[in-house]
């Protein structure tokens, strides 16, 4: 049984929508981070959190936003959907370093088609 | 700086056919950590396996095995008598693991492998 959730698993929304992926965790884990990635294609850290009220920005710039208002909770946000934002989006989270047994741990995913 | 290289993007094999996923990688710590993780088709990542620097010995799970070695700053990943539900995207990954940092993990940019009937 998962112990992060994604959801909507699937997702096509047309253009000019305002979009919120969910993200979700059960293991209370301080730090989460969001991953765009296109099929088959390397991992790219859109924004990051390493507890309530702290939200960063990862290494590629990205037009979505997020919050951390409570701990097991990461939603992103595109206020505006294009069609160059249709990709996958991962969700994680991690323990601390010391005993992060399974580095992150990750959700099953949001496809998203924006049409 | 941190860095992990996979420099394989696709490899392509027969099943049954053995086949060795590189993984290079750049620290300047002395506490680290290496990870594999799987992608199938279907997207979450699935975690193989972690391995701390202190720590040189293969390990072997089933078909799966890991090779680390400092003196190339290497951990390759062999897959014996390969099956097609060993198709997927793995990702080689790096973390620091000194007591403070945050344990970011850095990943490499993916392997395909393909393994075809």
């Known amino acids: 049984e998962a112990d992060i959730y994604q959801t909507p698993r699937y997702l096509v929304i047309g253009t000019g929508k305002k979009i919120t992926l969910e993200c979700s965790q059960t293991?209370?884990?301080?730090?989460m981070y969001w991953y765009q990635q296109d099929p088959g294609m390397e991992l790219h850290l859109i924004h990051y959190?390493?507890?309530?009220?702290?939200?960063e920005k990862g290494d590629l710039s990205s037009e979505s936003t997020v919050s951390r208002i409570r701990t097991e909770h990461f939603p992103l946000t595109l206020e505006s959907a294009r069609p160059s934002h249709t990709s996958q989006y991962l969700c994680?989270?991690?323990?601390?370093?010391?005993?992060?047994?399974?580095?992150?741990?990750f959700g099953s995913g949001t496809r998203l088609t924006v049409v | 700086a941190q860095k992990v290289t996979q420099a394989q993007t696709e490899i392509s094999v027969v099943e049954k056919e053995d086949v060795t996923l590189d993984c290079v990688y750049e620290?300047?710590?002395?506490?680290?950590?290496l990870f594999w993780y799987k992608q199938p088709p279907s997207g979450e990542l699935v975690f193989l396996i972690r391995?701390?620097?202190?720590?040189?010995q293969n390990e072997i799970s089933g078909r799966y095995s890991w090779n680390f070695q400092k003196s190339t700053s290497s951990f390759n990943f062999t897959i014996t008598a390969s099956q097609v539900v060993d198709s997927a995207v793995y990702f080689c990954?790096?973390?620091?693991?000194?007591?403070?940092?945050?344990?970011?993990?850095?990943f490499g940019k993916g392997t395909k492998l393909s393994v075809k009937p």
């Open positions: 990954a790096l973390s620091e693991a000194r007591r403070g940092s945050q344990g970011n993990l850095i």
């Open positions: 959190s390493y507890g309530v009220n702290s939200t």
């Open positions: 293991m209370g884990h301080d730090k």
């Open positions: 391995r701390n620097s202190f720590d040189e």
């Open positions: 620290t300047r710590d002395t506490t680290y950590y």
């Open positions: 994680a989270s991690s323990g601390q370093a010391l005993t992060n047994l399974y580095g992150y741990t």
